[in-house]
């Protein structure tokens, strides 16, 4: 909310500098998040008026001015065209500082002396561009500083008044608070007005309306007042730039005027055209079922019985507290009015103006409560204003009914509670002194406290509400600073997240394999996901996303992944791999389970580009299916868990199908694997294989054994054998491997894979293996003749079970 | 005779100095050795004086020829270093190595900034007596909203813009806060917990994304204070920053703890220095995280003794931390994943 300070200092006097009363304000609970200084730096520019203005003697386009601050008489030179002797302008002298920063000297232009410059509004700082020099109203007094002469001399603070603060919504809230922090009182007194003794001047009452409240749960208080014979026009200057410092547009005197009396006592208040209220009559109530109402913003409203109304003897006429409606709104014909102050219920008014998506400076003040008692003295300021800027006359009689006046908060504070809660001890005594300012009145019995909290302050309902401000009155920097008492018997309660270590040993592992950590927001676009053929459910669509782009709560981290290794290819590099460990959504509605969405972590992986940076004229290759397969097996083998890679029927269209895997763990699907198929490639715009892959993690790190079994150390050498095979391209190197490690004997200690060869001269059809194989025993050493004995028979079984032979 | 002996024994010495002067090879060298020390070489050739020596002049020669053996070795030994020295040397000469060529490329990944501050602030707290819990993403109204004290058609639900699943029975939690509620329902006090995690709010703009993660705190004990708060919470600061750094407690309002309170710390860029500086607008002050102790309301939703227990919660919002720290300057940077931007980390 902006506010001018000086509308403030009308109800405070003080003589703290604007920056003081901002810093205190932050310090309770109000945060100034900005001082704003109108006309800052326009000070010392002042009024003065060309007296004269002659061609310069020496330069065509240049004159030679004589002008009059109103003491005495200055020549200079200006450049501008658009001015005249008579006119009204804005003077810096030689010294000045002007708001875009220009020091003025004294100077000398073609031989002619200058002693000042006549200003224009972009070197004030008023416009972003203007040509000519300001010319000022005819009217402005000479000599003063052009911030008073523009009415800018006030510095308006905007603060952000927390929900809890709705007193604050106004100049009397925070003048209040002002008041509080520095202990003063308040200068000016509200308006009064004693029902029994009416004694306000104006027209004796005429019966000319009958005002029923129907609803008094949703509206507890309503009052209202008649004036008669106003004139409708604009508002006057210094109205308007009050207003518009606080960001309200102006409109005409009336809807001004009840701005403005809202901005000054934060009741929000209402002028209905009084000819307009048909059958004389304003009935408060619910709205009926197909009831409509259009607003003054031109909204047609299709009301419900839930929407509270303020409605003349047939139709709704406002939407109470929110909006009024077009047709009973003041217009330039208006002669008469009816006003309303009242007190509406907060939680209704929210829920109408949220159902309507209609957020007003009166609903946002409804919301947040405002105070019952103050509904007539803002009605009497309304009526006031107008009849000083709109003339006409006001009846004599407020109407006021308030059948169930809201009763103060009643709350008792215990001493002893307010130093469990913050800490220090109060006595009742200082804690009486530190809420008097806020109006609170209290009565000591004891260390308990008796409060009576004042109307305005609806959000102090419970002791620990006083205890706040207790706090907030002290000063939190008063507050001691100290260390809780830690119960160590507590702390063994305390188990190591297994899960948490075993993430963060797993990021290890891949940063030092070189693969850099991503993360992507966890909501997606269904086109990319569909372009990945990944499915989702409706239900986890949001329903109201930022945009479609981040609309589906993400099934799989792998989309992201290649559009994000496809980005970088295109910007920095063309070398790359990453790694996401995020989580993914999937609805999946199970029996007797409240919560039908699962979220699990998955971990995805990417590659792209040569396996290694390049180093001078090494051979280098392209990262494969291969390489990311051996990490997986490697993060399997990590957390103790087996893992198989197979074939399998169903192939993702985007993955080269003879270079997919599917990722089995104990026969449960636990991911895949795969390089894009080049169509995809070609649709990204890339020349490169990417390679990607994507697991449950949680899965992987459920039950981790990650026990360690010491197997003691063979004091005897081992004796390796080379197995230079034949088998028919058919044969993949996962058979041979499993027929050796279960026919290899029981002396085999271990073997893999030393060389793939395929062409001359072995035939098309078949390729050669070589195997190195490492046997070893812990008893003793080992002679050749059985090592060879174990290496003919291995080599029989692979012969008679897969063709083998050896080349 | 003997002298005779010894005489030629003591020559030997003289006689393979004067030999290794001018050998500059290993092969000369071993020639010298067989030479003087061979089977046939000379110490051998004056040794086969010794049995026509008397027997009692024996043990003297003896042990003389013995010491000059020794000698003779020792000279061999030093003249083989010397010339190891120099093939040394020459190979050294001819090495053309240059050390400023550059190295096989060692390539480490780099962790995600997120993450850094992320481990950071969880291993802090951690060490203060936190432990850590997650909680679903995925939430419903009543652990986002109503047991935090944030009941339907409050206001202050305003100051954040919910996404929400279809039928609206689910929506995306705008605070870790959440995590509280569960680890309250599922546990006893005293409680010490954090709860790292993401967050998410319909808002998407230079300052805003509508994905953000925050690390929740909650301190439930008999006699936690807000004087506690303020120990804790400073002492976090100082450990994430430095013990330099300011901290001021501002009054402020979240519906889930009174008395509230944002934190400030002093500017870690001006020090409060600079007039002009961008980062804390002059002020010397930037707000980094929320707090407060626990409204009683909220431990009437978990059934906790109001009267008994008291704690404090904070949250923290990790963007703004890793910002500060690592002097990043666009919020939206986080979440694009350029290469450029994570290998910097
Ligand atoms: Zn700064």
Not at chain 2, 235 to 263: G, H, N, W
Request: glycine share 6%.
């Amino acid at each position: 909310m902006k506010i001018s300070l000086n509308w403030i200092r009308e109800w405070i006097k003080i003589d703290a500098s604007a920056e003081e009363i901002a810093e205190k304000l932050s310090m309770s609970g109000l945060e100034v998040e900005a001082l704003e200084k109108l006309g800052a730096g326009l000070d010392q520019v002042v009024t003065a008026e060309i007296l004269s203005k002659e061609k310069h003697p020496n330069a065509d386009r240049l004159s030679v001015c004589e002008v009059s601050n109103g003491q005495e008489n200055i020549r200079l030179v200006c450049g501008a065209q658009n001015m005249k002797a008579g006119d009204k302008v804005a003077l810096a002298v030689p010294g000045v500082t002007l708001p875009n920063g220009l020091t003025l000297k004294e100077t000398e232009i073609r031989k002619v002396k200058s002693l000042g410059m006549l200003c224009s509004e972009s070197e004030l700082g008023l416009a972003e561009e203007s040509s000519g020099i300001m010319i000022l109203p005819e009217e402005t007094p000479l000599g003063i500083p052009l911030n008073e002469a523009l009415g800018l001399n006030d510095e308006i603070l905007e603060i952000n008044v927390t929900p809890n603060r709705g007193d604050c919504l106004s100049v009397l809230g925070i003048a209040r608070e002002i008041a509080a922090n520095f202990s003063l009182l308040l200068q000016k007194k509200l308006p009064s007005y004693d029902q029994q003794n009416s004694n306000l001047e104006g027209q004796k009452s005429s019966d000319s309306i009958r005002v029923q409240l129907e609803s008094d749960e949703a509206c507890r208080r309503y009052c209202g007042r008649i004036i008669r014979g106003v004139k409708i026009s604009e508002s006057p200057q210094w109205m308007q730039a009050r207003l518009a410092a606080s960001g309200i547009r102006s409109i005409n005197n009336v809807v001004d005027a009840s701005n403005y009396i809202m901005l000054e006592y934060g009741q929000p208040l209402h002028a209905f055209d009084l000819a307009k209220i048909g059958g004389a009559e304003i009935k408060i109530r619910s709205a009926k079922s197909g009831e409509t109402l259009r607003t003054l913003e031109g909204k047609e409203l299709q009301l419900k019985p839930e929407n509270l109304v303020i409605a003349d003897a047939a139709h709704p006429m406002a939407l109470a507290g929110v909006m009024g409606g077009e047709d009973s709104g003041v217009s330039e014909a208006t002669r008469d009015l009816f006003l309303e102050s009242a007190y509406f219920e907060a939680s209704g008014i929210r829920k109408t103006s949220r159902a309507f998506a209609m957020q007003t400076e009166s609903s946002y003040r409804f919301e947040r409560s405002t105070d019952p008692e103050i509904c007539v003295a803002a009605l009497r300021a309304l009526s006031d204003l107008i009849l000083k800027i709109a003339g006409g006359q006001a009846d004599s009689k407020i109407i006021d009914l308030y059948p169930k006046p809201v009763q103060k908060s009643q709350i008792t504070l215990r001493a002893s509670r307010v130093q469990k809660i913050l800490g220090f001890a109060f006595s009742a005594q200082q804690i009486q002194t530190l809420l008097e300012p806020l109006q609170i009145e209290t009565q000591v019995r004891g260390e308990e406290l008796l409060c009576e909290v004042p109307s305005f302050r609806s959000d102090l309902t419970r002791e620990i509400d006083l205890i706040e401000e207790v706090a907030r009155l002290y000063g939190y920097q008063n507050i001691p600073t100290t260390y809780p008492e830690l119960d160590l018997k507590t702390l063994t309660n305390s188990k190591p997240k297994e899960k948490d270590l075993a993430i963060q040993s797993l990021r290890q592992t891949l940063l030092s394999w070189g693969f850099s950590e991503l993360i992507h927001y966890s909501f997606t676009s269904p086109k990319l996901l569909q372009q990945f053929e990944q499915s989702y459910a409706a239900e986890q669509v949001l329903a109201n996303p930022i945009s479609e782009e981040l609309s589906v709560m993400r099934p799989s981290l792998l989309p992201q992944m290649v559009q994000t290794l496809q980005k970088n290819i295109h910007k920095s590099s063309n070398q790359l791999k990453f790694f996401e460990m995020r989580r993914v959504y999937h609805f999946r509605q199970v029996e007797g389970e409240d919560r039908p969405f699962e979220e699990s972590l998955h971990l995805c992986l990417g590659m792209t580009g040569d396996f290694h940076e390049p180093y001078f004229a090494e051979k280098n290759q392209a990262v494969s299916f291969l390489d990311l397969k051996s990490y997986l097996l490697e993060i399997a083998q990590k957390f103790g868990k087996k893992i198989r890679l197979i074939k399998n029927n169903s192939i993702p269209s985007f993955f080269m199908p003879t270079r997919y895997a599917e990722i089995l763990m104990r026969n449960s699907q636990l991911g895949q694997v795969g390089e894009l198929h080049p169509r995809v490639l070609k649709d990204l715009d890339l020349a490169q294989s990417l390679v990607v892959a994507e697991i449950n993690l949680d899965l992987v790190l459920t039950e981790t054994k990650n026990k360690i079994e010491f197997k003691k150390l063979s004091p005897y050498p081992s004796i390796f054998r080379d197995l230079n095979l034949i088998v028919d391209e058919k044969v993949t190197c996962e058979e041979v491997s499993r027929l050796i490690k279960q026919k290899g004997g029981s002396h085999l200690l271990g073997f893999y894979l030393f060389d793939l060869y395929r062409g001359e001269p072995i035939d098309q059809s078949k390729k050669a293996l070589t195997f190195r194989l490492e046997y070893a025993s812990n008893e003793r050493t080992l002679t050749d003749d059985e090592v060879n004995e174990a290496r003919e028979n291995l080599l029989k079984i692979l012969n008679d079970k897969l063709g083998a032979s050896l080349r | 005779m003997k002298e005779k002996l010894l005489t030629s024994l003591e020559s030997l010495q003289i006689e393979l100095h004067d030999a290794l002067k001018d050998v500059e090879s290993p092969q000369g060298l071993q020639e010298a050795r067989v030479l003087f020390l061979g089977k046939k070489g000379k110490l051998t050739q004056i040794l086969k004086g010794l049995g026509k020596l008397d027997a009692k002049d024996r043990p003297q020669v003896g042990a003389k020829a013995n010491e000059i053996k020794e000698n003779l070795e020792e000279i061999f030994d030093a003249a083989e270093l010397r010339l190891q020295a120099q093939v040394y040397e020459q190979a050294i000469a001819k090495d053309l190595f240059d050390i400023s060529l550059p190295g096989r490329p060692i390539v480490q990944g780099h962790v995600h900034p997120l993450t850094q501050i992320y481990e950071l602030a969880t291993q802090t707290l951690e060490k203060i007596g936190f432990q850590t819990y997650s909680g679903p993403e995925i939430e419903d109204d009543y652990h986002n909203f109503e047991a935090l004290n944030i009941p339907e058609d409050h206001p202050a639900r305003d100051l954040q813009d919910t996404f929400y699943l279809p039928g609206l029975k689910w929506l995306l939690r705008t605070h870790t806060s959440t995590v509280q509620i569960h680890v309250m329902e599922q546990n006893e006090a005293p409680i010490r917990m954090i709860a790292p995690g993401v967050v998410y709010r319909a808002d998407s703009d230079v300052t805003h994304t509508p994905m953000f993660h925050q690390i929740e705190g909650l301190w439930i004990d008999q006699k936690t204070t807000f004087a506690d708060l303020k120990g804790v919470l400073t002492l976090f600061i100082q450990e994430i920053f430095d013990q330099k750094t300011q901290v001021r407690f501002r009054p402020s309002y979240f519906p889930f703890t009174e008395p509230s309170a944002e934190l400030d710390i002093s500017c870690v860029f001006c020090q409060g220095k600079k007039k002009n500086c961008a980062i804390c607008k002059g002020t010397g002050w930037l707000e980094i995280l929320g707090c407060g102790m626990v409204d009683p309301a909220v431990f009437k939703y978990v059934k906790y003794d109001e009267e008994k227990y008291t704690g404090f919660a904070f949250g923290i919002g990790l963007e703004r931390l890793a910002m500060l720290k690592f002097g990043i300057n666009d919020l939206r940077l986080f979440f694009e994943n350029d290469y450029r931007f994570l290998e910097q980390f």
